[in-house]
């Protein structure tokens, strides 16, 4: 006969889907549209994300890249005067360019004024004296010569750019722009002028390039535009221009892709652009390239001062870039780098020179976005695998784990890639999907748990609550084998109570004689075995493993003790006849666990030491005695102090056991104890003298049962400690 096996779904419970499908999603959605749309505060961490990126791996500065600056710094002011200088001045700093071997100059500085130090300006100022006028418009003006020493070199000079449309004339494009797949204008943010430099001097320059550098918000200058788009015409960067200088091509290829690119997986807007056909720098689609900053290096700076007096060696200068900026403080712009420093404007412009001749190129990964998809959809999937099956922690070290991972990978592609992945917002979104999925799993189970607490705590022992909620698993069926103690105690005398009592007044004594019994044991972190009638049943080191549970047991049982015996006497004293309470100690290997079956399942411990602990706690009423404790329990605790009681077979058992009464050190020091040790001595070595020894004991103590007994025994012709008990 075949048994058909039918497979059947049970829709989830809403909290279920909640917490694990509606309330992840929600916040997957809201990372997805902060992360495509990208808001002001997403750019912000991505910024920060780059900046901290940079610090911990900036580019080394090394000499051998053939870029220098000459510096207007506050030397050369002190020394030539103050800014501006005389054209003349600047026309001798390009002559000497020139002459050194410099291969391009380009000016992070503009000459939209005439020179006031020129001599038809200063003609202006003598027009009473015609002579010296006339002799003065004579001369070749500063701005001509300055004219003239530009159109001798590849020199490139720089203009400013603003959004505002304004009528001031622009200067000539130099370079030969050609767009490719499209047109590069589309993708540029446009700018309505500038401010360009004196006629004469656009004229004679090799090239023009913007200078105008735009810091983010926080001041911080991460990247600089190659190509701007000025009156919708095109114009190459400062250090753009200055590159095609240096390598003396023409053209500037502008590389688009169209919006249909993004169907193949690209990013549609300006991919790069190329220099003639000898370098190409891939950009962002906005035709910016992300600078990787080297730390302020003064290496590369040359007073201008030092140059006039010719102090600089013409090897530094020979086949370089040299770009002429403003350092002298207020003088030129400065802005902060990634790195924390303050630069000056032409930093910025020098830096990114360097980047493009070392062909250095940091890129955002076109497929972040995609990465953030795979990433919060994969964490979803096995948070919701691993909350389902697994303890809280392993979801942690998961969170943990992929959190780590996204920072080293970002990390990784950074050094190894050039690639700007942003590891903080992805590492935050997956912290708040572990808090979304995590946090109402938490609130559940702590509801389980105080419902369980709540529920149990008045019918199982703390300790065992306690385990409960740390391992769940444990309701299961199933033991262990463990050395234990335990501590047994039953009350003499309980049935002539029952029979004497109202069951109202009964069940109100009992109760707080349990009550104090059963709290002494939670003192001393028992685990309450059983409770039968008056009985109750302690066990130590289960559930939990107590290294001490010997101690435990002992301490316990003496509170035990002396606590049954007050409550006994308080209520003697009110004419309830409540009798005393034995207890039995043992210790030795039982199997503790859950025992019943599906229906109900009981925690408690099987074995034979149990047993023995029972029989110890019976045998009490044979010997007088309050408390007796095996000699495995004693064996285990140094600082026993007590007296023998004998070695016992028990009934059913062939193997005796030594069995002990437990006393205070100042019993011990007693001359009944000491006299009781030494007869107890004799009677071990079975010495004839052990019987009168005990006789005239039991006649001196006639109120100590247990000397009483031994007396007895031996009066019947027993001899030695060897008890064979005859009931249990």
Not at 86 to 100: F, G, N, S, W, Y
Not at 606 to 618: F, S, Y
Not at 631 to 637: K, L
């Amino acid at each position: 006969m075949t048994r058909v096996m039918k497979w059947t779904w049970r829709m989830p419970s809403f909290s279920v889907l909640l917490t694990r499908v509606i309330l992840p999603w929600v916040v997957i959605a809201i990372v997805l549209a902060i992360q495509f749309l990208d808001p002001q505060f997403r750019v912000r961490i991505r910024d920060n994300a780059f900046d901290q990126l940079q610090a911990l791996s900036p580019l080394p500065y090394h000499d051998n890249l053939p870029v220098r600056v000459i510096a207007i710094d506050d030397a050369s002011l002190a020394s030539l005067g103050q800014w501006p200088w005389p054209r003349t001045v600047i026309a001798l700093i390009i002559d000497k360019l020139q002459e050194m071997g410099a291969r391009a100059i380009a000016f992070d500085v503009i000459f939209s004024e005439p020179d006031r130090t020129s001599p038809e300006q200063i003609a202006l100022s003598f027009q009473q004296n015609h002579a010296l006028s006339d002799a003065l418009l004579q001369m070749p003006t500063h701005d001509t010569i300055l004219a003239e020493s530009v159109r001798k070199s590849r020199v490139e000079i720089g203009f400013p750019i603003e959004s505002r449309t304004t009528n001031a004339p622009l200067p000539p494009v130099k370079a030969h722009f050609l767009s490719f797949g499209g047109d590069a204008r589309d993708w540029l943010p446009p700018y309505g002028g500038g401010l360009a430099s004196l006629p004469l001097l656009t004229a004679a320059e090799a090239g023009s390039g913007a200078i105008s550098l735009e810091p983010d918000n926080d001041g911080i200058l991460r990247s600089i535009p190659l190509v701007y788009r000025v009156r919708n015409e095109l114009y190459p960067g400062l250090a753009l221009e200055a590159l095609r200088l240096f390598l003396g091509v023409d053209n500037l290829s502008v590389q688009v892709a169209s919006p249909s690119a993004m169907i193949r997986g690209q990013v549609a807007g300006i991919a790069g652009i190329e220099i003639g056909n000898t370098a190409f720098m891939p950009t962002a689609p906005d035709g910016r390239l992300w600078l990787h900053f080297r730390p302020l290096a003064q290496d590369r700076y040359i007073p201008a001062q030092d140059l006039l007096a010719n102090k600089v060696d013409a090897r530094r200068i020979k086949d370089s870039i040299v770009f002429i900026g403003a350092t002298a403080k207020g003088l030129g712009d400065t802005v902060f780098s990634p790195l924390g420093e303050l630069i000056p404007g032409v930093e910025g412009h020098v830096q990114l020179t360097e980047q493009m001749l070392d062909g250095d190129f940091l890129l955002r990964p076109a497929w972040e976005n995609d990465f953030v998809i795979v990433l919060l959809s994969g964490m979803w999937l096995l948070l919701w695998a691993m909350l389902g099956r697994l303890r809280p922690v392993w979801s942690v070290l998961l969170t943990a784990l992929a959190a780590t991972g996204v920072l080293a990978f970002s990390w990784w592609l950074f050094v190894a890639q050039q690639l700007l992945l942003d590891p903080i917002f992805p590492t935050l979104a997956v912290g708040a999907l572990f808090i979304v999925m995590m946090v109402p799993r938490y609130l559940q189970t702590e509801r389980e748990q105080r419902w369980i607490r709540n529920a149990f705590s008045r019918y199982v022992s703390p300790n065992r609550v306690k385990h409960l909620q740390a391992n769940p698993q444990n309701l299961e069926l199933g033991g262990v084998y463990r050395e234990c103690s335990f501590v047994m105690t039953d009350l003499q005398g309980f049935t002539t109570l029952m029979e004497k009592y109202e069951p109202t007044q009964l069940s109100s004594l009992i109760n707080d004689y349990l009550d104090g019994m059963i709290q002494i044991a939670f003192r001393h972190d028992g685990t309450l075995d059983r409770i039968v009638g008056d009985a109750v049943a302690v066990m130590f080191s289960a559930p939990i493993v107590q290294p001490d549970h010997v101690e435990r047991a002992l301490a316990c049982a003496l509170e035990m003790d002396h606590f049954a015996r007050e409550f006994s006497r308080r209520q003697q004293e009110i004419g309830i006849p409540f009798g005393k309470t034995r207890i039995g100690v043992n210790t030795g290997m039982v199997m503790v666990g859950n025992f019943g079956g599906k229906a109900m399942l009981d925690y408690r411990a099987l074995g034979d030491a149990i047993n023995t602990a029972a029989r110890l706690e019976t045998i009490n009423a044979q010997f007088g005695t309050h408390i007796c404790v095996s000699g495995a329990t004693v064996a285990q605790c140094p600082a026993f102090t007590g007296r023998p009681v004998g070695r016992l077979v028990l009934k059913g058992k062939t193997e005796a056991i030594a069995v002990f009464e437990p006393l205070s050190a100042e019993v011990m020091a007693e001359d009944r104890t000491v006299q009781y040790l030494a007869a107890y001595a004799l009677l071990e070595a079975e010495a004839a003298e052990a019987i009168d020894m005990f006789r005239q004991l039991a006649e001196r103590y006639a109120d100590d049962p247990l000397v009483q007994y031994h007396a007895q025994r031996l009066a019947a012709g027993a001899t030695g400690s060897l008890i064979v008990m005859s009931s249990k």
